[in-house]
């Protein structure tokens, strides 16, 4: 009666979400076709407007990521001429203290004129690889806690298969 499909539509009553402040019902929004977790999410809330003084208001609330929305229209083809950019590394993401070191780094290549992108969440390495593959990143850089710490990057080279771990200053250069 809504004009809903109700095939893609899924309840799933194990769903958690990371933010307490819902009180009811929440739901994820997802992207068929790809292999990507949600794009957008919310729920119910009825006491998250007292945090700012004001009591009695309920709500229901959802946002959307901008930068997974984009990966996922140029993962189907969507763009006009779907001539994106040549990426020449994919950072590996290990979870959100390491994907922030990661942007750093990426920054700084962005800066210099170097392509650079970090895969969109922590994710096994073989689906960020695939990833890599798909989207014809020719290097896959690993900067995770012993990097981070060592203050170096592993690079390996995805056709050649070689893996090599430099110094993050000569890597930057």
Known sequence: ELGVNEEVLVFDITLARGLDYYTGAIFEVKAQGVQMGSIGGGGRYDNLTEVFGVKGISGIGISF????IY???QELGLF???????????F?????????????????????????ELYPENAKL???????????????????????????VTVKNLDSGEQKTIGLEEFLR
């Open 126 to 152: 073989k689906k960020q690889f695939t990833y890599a593959e798909k989207k014809e990143i020719p290097e896959i850089v690993f900067y995770g806690g012993d990097e981070i710490k060592n203050q170096q």
């Open 92 to 116: 590996a993401n290990y979870g959100d203290e390491e994907a922030t070191e990661a942007m750093k780094v990426i920054q700084k290549l962005r800066a210099k004129g170097v392509s650079a």
């Open 71 to 73: 990966l996922v229209m």
């Open 65 to 68: 990521g901008l930068d997974r």
């Open 80 to 90: 006009a001429d779907n001539k994106t950019p040549k990426i020449e590394y994919l």
